[in-house]
């Protein structure tokens, strides 16, 4: 690291101890300290990294553990978000690519499913883990469109969804065998201040705060379930 007032310069150690100033044509193991302090040991390649490595960011203090290709995060490895949580599973050109789990820092909450290019994209599962509930679908830019809302205790929802919460039309499906269909709307939720949490601690995919309005098309009592304004 540079003292004070002097400005910090790239370094790269080798497996051999051979101290460069650029890794230009560089193939083998080394140690590289970059100017803004962030450190990457492991292979490279002609100059890149490339194979095996671990980056440290120096500002934010995440840290990754993997794959690499041609400078960036590449194949099958894990990010430490030093302030949000963890990421395990497959990369490409630097991005969450394919299938993986997001372990969240604050909640607990787990994602495990498919990713595209850093959002969540295909088949994946949201598990809450204060209350077990889960969601369970398909899922389009981070945000679920279709699938199951699924209780502890076995009942589940399925349908359509908007902000990650049922909406629309859909059916609750009961452990006795009964069906309920109806449909769902959204309202905005009033929130008070001293409730608010800081972006950077939570999952900005989790389920925005929002009462749920529930209508039913049948006539099973709807004191079988409490479904109304349900928080998650």
């Keep these: 690291m540079a003292e004070d007032g002097e400005e910090a310069k790239y370094q790269l150690v080798t497996e051999n101890r051979e101290v460069k100033t650029t890794s230009r044509g560089f ?20 100059g890149h990294r490339e194979g095996r490595g ?3 960011y120096f500002e934010k203090g995440d840290k990754y553990d993997g794959e690499w290709k041609s400078n960036a ?26 299938e993986g789990v997001f372990t969240y820092k604050k909640t607990g909450d787990v994602y495990s499913g498919w990713w ?10 949201y598990v809450f883990k204060e209350t077990g509930m889960k969601l369970v679908g398909t899922w389009e830019k981070s945000t679920m469109k279709t699938g199951q809302w699924i209780y502890p205790n076995g ?18 499906y009961f452990k ?28 900005p ?12 098309s049948t006539n099973i009592a709807e004191s079988a379930h409490q479904v109304n304004s349900v928080e998650q």
């Design 155 to 172: 009942l589940y929802w399925k349908g359509n969804f908007e902000n990650n919460k049922p909406m629309g039309k859909g059916t609750w």
């Design 54 to 56: 671990i980056y440290r």
């Design 73 to 98: 995060r590449h194949g099958i490895g894990k990010m430490v978000y030093n302030n949000i949580g963890e990421y395990h599973g497959y990369w490409e050109n630097g991005k969450r690519h394919g």
């Design 27 to 46: 193939t083998g193991q080394g140690t590289a300290t970059y100017q803004n302090n962030d450190i990457y040991e492991g292979d490279f390649l002609d």
């Design 205 to 216: 995919d989790a389920p925005k705060k929002k009462d749920l309005i529930w209508q039913s």
């Design 116 to 125: 595209r290019f850093g959002e969540k994209e295909g088949h994946g599962t």
């Design 176 to 203: 006795n065998g009964n069906t309920l269909e109806g449909e769902f709307d959204q309202k905005e939720k009033v929130v008070n201040e001293e409730d608010a949490e800081p972006a950077e601690d939570v999952d």
